[in-house]
Nanobody, 123 residues
Framework: QVQLVESGGGSVQVGGSLRLACAAS????????LGWFRQGPGKAREFLAA????????YYGDSVKGRFTIYRDSAKNTVNLQMNNLKPEDTDVYYC????????????????WGQGTLVTVSS
């Protein structure tokens, strides 16, 4: 069984910051990588960031490089996404996902998904 639970979404003003957390259990806790994505109504899913379990290597989508940071909080057993300098276009539902195997590009091949958490950025 795989369970991914996101938390930390909410409303923030332009330029503000939020930190999302993903708690993984079951098979997700031994996944090759955990990643963050976002998707809104009628929009394509967008890869944001990922971190590998073996060596904490990190990867980012072009739209969030320099503003978002993914990291592992070992004390809380979560994978977090620190989001800074938020913009209105960052408004979306954010999802944590687990990639069990390495065989494809880091932005693809995620088998399990959390329920999503809403981030709203207002001006």
């Amino acid at each position: 069984q795989v369970q991914l639970v996101e938390s930390g979404g909410g409303s923030v003003q332009v330029g503000g910051s939020l930190r999302l957390a993903c708690a993984a259990s079951g098979r997700a806790s031994s996944a090759y990588a955990l990643g963050w994505f976002r998707q809104g109504p009628g929009k394509a899913r967008e890869f944001l960031a990922a971190i590998t379990r073996s060596d904490d290597a990190t990867y980012y989508g072009d739209s969030v490089k320099g503003r978002f940071t993914i990291y592992r909080d070992s004390a809380k057993n979560t994978v977090n996404l620190q989001m800074n300098n938020l913009k209105p276009e960052d408004t979306d539902v954010y999802y944590c996902a687990a990639k069990l195997e390495k065989q494809s590009h880091i932005a693809w091949g995620y088998s399990y998904w959390g329920q999503g958490t809403l981030v709203t950025v207002s001006s």
